[in-house]
């Protein structure tokens, strides 16, 4: 909390609350002053408010004055269908996705260049764990929400990233249960700075969904060319990031598995 002598003439002062909350400022000469919070518990929105105090009799009275109130930091993060590449905003119409992941890293100061920037973790560098979990992964309403208050308590960053890990989803409305989008793996959400107070709360992340594709394999025997049933294969698209899917061959020999797109 930092308190400044109203007329500017004394240098600033900055103090530290007790185990209660409470700051106590002994000794202050009369006149109005002002004090703002310039720091606040990880995990918490800094409180921007000015607040002023009037010290009328500083030897014989105690003065109690209006207080900073900090609110718990908790991000809900929005997945929806588009296309990141087409200029537009995602907005909360769009289709929802359910079932892609996100993580939290702690970064150093000016590391977090923006939503939609790639970001690297460093080399051994593992997420943040937050109510004990590193893993966050979107509802039937294509939504998870980050309680910061809730963060690690060996965490000491003051900054942190949120990044896109997988997105392995069902889209809204879907007649098939799987649809598949394109990922964004290490690719920002938002940036969190808790050295700054109006934290983002409500970040709109946005997906592709790939192309309509079906694809079929045929598992014959190499000698008698009949159908061989119950062989599984693992097909999987890294370029494309849908990750991998299992498929059994049917009595036919077949196995069929339909990607489905926009």
């Not at 808790?194 to 079929?216: H, M």
Request: charged content about 25%.
């Amino acid at each position: 909390v930092r308190t400044l002598v109203e007329d500017q003439s004394s240098a600033d002062l900055t103090f530290t609350p007790d185990a209660d909350g409470k700051v106590s400022v002994p000794y202050l000469d009369n006149g109005t002053y002002y004090f703002k919070e310039v720091e606040t518990a990880l995990g918490y929105q800094l409180d921007k408010t000015e607040f002023y105090g009037t010290v009328s009799d500083s030897v014989k009275k105690v003065n109690t004055w209006a207080s900073p109130v900090n609110k718990p930091l908790k991000v809900t993060v929005t997945n929806v269908e588009g296309d990141p590449d087409d200029g537009t905003s995602p907005t909360n119409t769009d289709p929802k996705i359910k079932g892609s992941t996100f993580e939290v890293y702690a970064v150093t100061e000016n590391v977090c260049k923006g939503p939609g920037k790639a970001f690297t973790p460093t080399e051994g560098q593992t997420p943040v764990k937050i109510d004990g979990v590193d893993l966050f992964t979107t509802d039937e309403n294509g939504q998870v929400t980050i309680d910061f208050s809730k963060i690690d308590k060996d965490q000491t960053a003051k900054q942190y990233v949120i990044v896109q890990k997988h997105v392995v989803g069902e889209g809204e409305g879907s007649e098939y249960k799987e649809s598949y989008f394109v990922d964004r793996p290490f690719t920002i959400v938002e940036c969190i700075d808790f050295t700054k107070p109006d934290q983002p709360t409500n970040p709109i992340f946005e997906n592709e969904r790939i192309a309509d594709v079906t694809l079929e394999i045929v598992k014959t025997d190499a000698d008698s060319k009949e159908a061989m049933e119950g062989v599984v294969f693992t097909i999987t698209a890294p370029e494309a990031h849908i990750g991998s899917v299992v498929g059994k061959t049917d009595a036919d020999g077949k196995v069929t598995k339909w990607f489905k797109g926009t």
